[in-house]
């Protein structure tokens, strides 16, 4: 699929106007249908209203910050596309807004072609991820308490469901699906996000982080989501 052949609806929440209309006429160029907010309360209005496919997000913001709008967006659509805007050197803002759902971030003050290029990787693992999801036949994987619907895209822990974001699924069917075997950040972040991702593989650090919250016991003596010390993690299917 040739994405510049399409008009991708996409929201740029951004409140500095030059920046904003940089942002905008750089997508435009590249075949995306433009929506622009430059505060947090027209970010989630605009969103009611148009139903954009990805959000561009700046962190800062001068009512509602990106992280709240990220929070509340994610809690009325999962699969919207998010990729935050940070200030350079803002490790913690990649982070948190890994944590609360983002696909990807970029860093400011960036080139716009590793922008659209970005925003292209994400929207392509994302349509891929779909594809698999909607042609396989019905299968489930059950590991101990825990039972992953591929067909469904949920998990269940005792039989009660667990909300995930969409990376977290993605990272814990990677791990059920290789049971027992040590996977490097590298390989995890292939399999989960696709080999032409170009983010940070702390990344991976983050999501199972939050996956050890949401399945274990106690998520600081993990028993199914195990570090394997200079190398990676290892999904234990006898946890």
């Known amino acids: 699929m040739i994405l510049e052949s399409t008009r991708h609806p996409i929201l740029v929440v951004e ?10 006429i750089n997508l435009e160029r590249n075949g995306f249908q ?8 027209e970010a ?3 969103f009611e209203q148009h139903s954009p496919e990805v959000i561009v997000l700046d962190v800062m913001l001068p009512d509602i910050d990106g992280f709240e709008c990220c929070k509340q967006i ?3 659509d999962p699969n919207v596309i998010i990729l935050f805007l ?8 990649k982070i948190r807004g890994l944590e609360l759902g983002a696909d990807d971030y970029i860093v400011k003050p960036f080139n716009p072609l590793e922008l ?3 925003i292209k990787s994400v929207m392509r693992r994302t349509q891929v991820s779909q594809a698999l999801i909607t042609s396989e ?3 489930v994987i059950t590991v101990g308490p825990l039972r992953l619907d591929i067909d469904a895209n949920r998990l269940y822990k005792h039989g009660q469901a667990i909300e995930l974001t969409p990376k977290e699924y993605q990272v814990i069917k990677v791990f059920m699906e290789h049971p027992d075997k040590a996977l490097t950040r590298d390989e995890l972040l292939n399999l989960a996000w696709g080999e032409d991702f170009v983010g940070d593989p702390k990344t991976i650090d983050v999501h199972v982080r939050k996956l050890r919250e949401k399945i274990e016991d106690n998520s600081s003596k993990p028993v199914w989501i195990e570090t394997v010390w200079g190398r990676g993690y290892r999904f234990r299917k006898d946890g």
């Not at 433009?34 to 309360?41: D, I």
């Not at 940070?86 to 803002?93: E, F, I, P, R, S």
């Open 15 to 24: 409140d500095d106007h030059h920046i904003r209309r940089f942002i905008r």
């Open 34 to 41: 433009v929506k622009e907010a430059s505060k947090g309360a």
């Open 44 to 46: 989630l209005l605009a």
């Open 74 to 76: 994610r809690e009325q």
């Open 86 to 93: 940070t200030a350079k050197g803002q490790d913690l803002d």
């Open 116 to 118: 659209v290029a970005r």
């Open 137 to 139: 036949t019905r299968h």
